[in-house]
Structures are given as C-alpha cells and as structure tokens.
C-alpha cells in the first residue's frame, strides 16, 4: 500500500500529530506500505526513510497554501491512499478519487473562532456544537462538518471525540475509535517523590502541577483562584501561552504569587522529575480530545485531579486513580483540593495510578491504525 501522508505539522516540530506521525510511519513501513510525506514547516528533509516535502511557512498565506496543493497533486497519482492528519488542509481536489482517511484530534471551527476572537475565549467547546453565531463562524463551521462527511473513515482518540464527529453528520460506521498512546520512550522518572523533589529544590508540602498551553480553555485561570483559598498548597504551571502575563498578574491579584511557580516550558526529561515530585497532576480545562498529560501523570505513580470534560473521564476513574471535578464550579475544585490532602487519600490513588492504562498501550495503536488504513485501501 502506497500512503500519502498530508499533515500540517511534522517532526521535528512539537506537537502531538508530529510525534505521532513520526513514530508511526516507520510502524507502518515494517508493514511492508510505502510512505510519502507532505507538511508545512522549514526544517530540513533529509535523514528520514521516506521521503519528506515541506512548505515554507515564510511564504504569503495564498502562496504557501497553492504550493501545498500543487505538492499533494503531484503526489496523489502514486497513493492508494491518502491519511489526512489535520482538517482544513489545502490539498488538491483529486484527493478526492482516492480513499481518504482522517484523524480528528478537535474543533477546528471551534479552535479558529476562538483564535480570530469571533466568539469569547472561553466559549464551551459543548455548547458551540449546537449555538448559533454569525455568518463567518456558521460558514466555517459548515465547510468543517461538511469536508469531515466527505471521508472514507475518521479515525479519532476517544468516545467523546467519537460522539461529536457523529453531530457533525458523520455515518456511525465511517467513525473509529482508536485510544492516544502512552509513548514507550518517553523519559520516565523512578526516583522517589522526596528524591524528585530534591532534585528541582523543591520543598516538602502539598504540591500540584499543571501542564498545559496557557490559553483561556485550560483553566490555569480557575485553578489560581482555588489555590488562593487553600493555604499551603503550592501550584507550579508548566508551559507558556498567550495568557501567560494575565495569569501571573491574577496570581498577584489573588496574593499567591509565591505559591504559584511559572516554569515556562519545561524539557520532557525534566518534566518527568515535575511529574514524579508532584502530589497530583490538575488538568481543570474546558476542552480535552484525550490528554497524554493524565497518562503521564499516571505513568509516573502520580495522580491526577481533572476536569469532568471532553474526554478526562475516559482517563480518570474517580476515586481510584484520580478525582474528577465539575467544570466551572470553582467551589468544587476548592472542596477537591482539600480533600485530595486529607488522610490517606493521596497514598491510596497513587496505588490505583495503573488502573486503566493498559488502553493505551503504543502497540495496541499501531495494530488498530494499520488495520483501519488496510481495510479502507481494500474495500
């Protein structure tokens, strides 16, 4: 099978679809399937096993996008198959005579609504489904639903995800579900927690972390605000965002500047160390397809207090490896807090962190992908 992969992003560029795609298309080549791959970005193509095409990003954004698609036409005579890893790519109409497969990690409406302030930063991405706004944001939710519709298959990382696909108009049997993956060689830390702790000079006390791009939907915003009315707890925020200035001036505001610690972003091997010195993860955001920050945390014996949202609950068992909070409802969020350092109720979630995770097993993922792929190619 001959695959052409049409991303926006790829490796070495950060993101989940980037490593995705780079550790599974030499998966998809032990297989026996050629690949052939086309992104936008400027970093260089050599030193990869198949070929690799990018689009400068430097150039006007109606040149970059007729680049982007004459690149995708040249290469769509060869492909058997066409695996989109994002909506919204300008690739060439002929894309149509071939079997299509895409993966939905998110709203992109949504996403690009929000960007271009045509709708509040801290719409509910929920509620959005079914509201109407004005005609810019109609017409791009429209052109979203409709080139979704237009695939073989959707492949998409949780039961969530999977329900608002199908509110798109999306057949019920065009639509798998294949769960995101823990990577198995992503650092991992095995010291102890006081160890961790040692290590980033940080001091004994109940300690949360959270990882997260600092954008309204994130809820860093909410979780300031519950860390000001639980003395003691320290919160230390991993990550940058445009709201990053705002959220240090609230913590000013709030009068915990001095327990909470903005890390800006954070290397993976240290990460881990955040991880493993950490009490719990917090993951209070509005919007989550399914966060490799909760299998992390898990990985690392750590457990997680998370937002009721997107597909959080797909990851948190409550009660046994983590506490799941209503999202907005900051007086829960304060109550959960308080709990979440009462008796033994750290230790005993930090048992039950495995609990679950064998869904998200990196080979599990690869059979499901390759078999979702093979049986579109050969029906």
């Known amino acids: 099978m001959h695959l052409f992969i049409a991303s926006g992003i790829f490796h070495p ?47 006007g954004y109606l040149r970059r996008n007729l680049d982007y698609a004459l690149a995708s036409r040249r290469a769509i005579p060869q492909a058997d198959l066409i695996y989109i890893n994002s909506v919204g790519l300008p690739i060439w109409p002929s894309a149509r005579t071939r079997p299509r497969v895409l993966k939905i990690v998110g709203d992109l409406a949504w996403e690009r609504a929000v960007r271009r302030r045509w709708i509040a930063p801290d719409t509910d991405i929920d509620l959005f489904q079914h509201r109407r706004y004005d005609w810019r944001v109609e017409w791009f939710k429209a052109q979203h639903a409709r080139e979704v ?3 073989d298959r959707v492949i998409v990382p949780s039961r969530y995800l999977r329900d608002m696909v199908l509110g798109w108009g999306v057949q019920p049997q065009r639509v798998e579900l294949i ?14 927690q006081a160890d961790a702790r040692q290590a980033l000079e940080l001091s004994a006390g109940p300690l949360l972390l959270t990882v997260a791009r600092l ?26 965002g445009p709201d990053e200035m705002a959220l240090r001036a609230q913590a000013e505001s709030e009068g915990v500047a001095d327990r909470v610690i ?16 950490a009490d719990y993860t917090v993951l209070y955001s509005g919007y989550e397809g399914l966060s490799h920050t909760l299998l992390e945390s898990l990985r690392s014996r750590t457990p997680v207090i998370a937002s009721d949202k997107g597909g959080n609950p797909e990851v948190v068992y409550h009660d046994r490896n983590g506490l799941l909070v209503p999202y907005v409802d900051i007086g829960a969020l304060v109550e959960t807090i308080r709990a979440a350092f009462s008796g033994d109720v750290r230790a005993r979630l930090a048992a039950g962190t495995a ?19 093979e049986s579109v190619c050969t029906s």
Not at 35 to 56: E, H, K, M, N, T
């Open 13 to 59: 560029e950060s993101g989940g679809p980037a490593t995705y795609l780079y550790r599974l298309l030499p998966e998809l080549q032990a297989r026996g399937h050629t690949v052939r791959v086309l992104a936008f970005g400027d970093d260089p193509v050599a030193g990869y096993p198949y070929p690799v095409q990018r689009i400068s990003r430097y150039r």
């Open 149 to 151: 519709r237009r695939m």
């Open 179 to 192: 769960y995101n993956a823990l990577d198995a060689d992503a650092p991992v830390c095995t010291l102890s």
């Open 215 to 240: 954008t309204a939907w994130k809820g860093v915003a909410h979780l300031i605000r519950a860390v000001a009315q639980v003395p003691e707890v320290r919160l230390v925020v991993a990550g940058d």
């Open 262 to 277: 903005f890390l800006g972003l954070v290397p993976r091997d240290r990460l881990a160390i955040y991880f493993r010195a």
């Open 355 to 373: 609990t679950g995770l064998e869904r998200f097993r990196w080979e599990t993922l690869v059979d499901q992908t390759a078999r979702v792929l």
